[in-house]
């Protein structure tokens, strides 16, 4: 089958590979329909995700259609329409228990990670009953793409453990696709202000057509300064870190306010400085997460009744012949305006 490999730092080719198998009583054989590129997909081809050997097939996103189950699925049969969550968990170890999937003792993210990806025409799905959700049949599956990661992330990593309240002011650093489903899925809570930060003036045109009451290009690197004027030098009740970068933190520590909340989504590739000679007194939280998917079903439900629009996230489309070409234009996103790319595996159709 066609997958799209790693090959070691910024090396990565379309190949063909073997056809994956069921392993476990617990996997089930997807065919994939739809996929895409994450920011991750980036950080592993700068070689910045040491656990991600040569020879893997990348991608954690996508839907598909169910081809083979293992003896002990109960929840799906061959032929069911499904969405992949980017979290396989077995939902029985101690931590899964506790609703903390991203640390199933077997599973968490290990799609493209440490097992074959989605970027392929087929995937493995290890703990098939608890990692895959069932789609409805008057649903957009291009839409529903963008539950497998950006969405649930968005929301647990950076609405709830920042607690958006009613009211609330919150500033977003970062308006990629994962800062721009933080933005969305931070209206569920009504907040008085939302402030977007990026570099990318497109990016925040974007951020304001999905609901941003402010935009700040941080070119200059003076963002905080703004923030802070914008608020009367009170800060935010909410600061989310969405780039992964030391500036961006940085930025979110400055403008917290007293109580307030800073909660990181991005994923770090070097240590951060962290103020605690002037945050000591300030009594505010931050919070650190790896993605549960725990809101997934929820999430599921937004999307279905029309609240939530991901689809609006996507700006481009690709056969998976052309992965590699995606690959360029998702990495270029500045000049070729890319947010999310849909790849298609456009020797199937899915009959419904
Ligand atoms: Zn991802
Ligand atoms: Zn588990």
Known sequence: MKA?????PNKRAMENMPRPEIQLPTDAIVKITKTTICGTDLHIMKGDVPTVNEGRILGHEGVGVIEEVGSSISNFIVGDHVLISCISSCGVCANCKKGMYSHCESGGWILGNLIDGTQAEFVRIPFADNSLYHIPVEANEEGLVMLSDILPTGFECGVLNGQVKPGDSVAIIGAGPIGLATLLTAQFYSPAEIIMVDNDDNRLVVAKTFGATQVINNSLGNAAEKIMALTNNRGVDVAIEAVGIPASFDICQTIVTAGGHIANVGVHGKPVQLNLDKLWSQNITLTTRLVDTISTPMLLKTVLSGR???????????TLDQV???YDTFADAMTEHTLKVIITNSDFTVQV
């Open 4 to 8: 799209l490999v790693y090959r070691g």
């Open 308 to 318: 939530l629009q991901p689809a609006q996230l996507i700006t481009h489309h690709f």
């Open 324 to 326: 590699m070409e995606a």
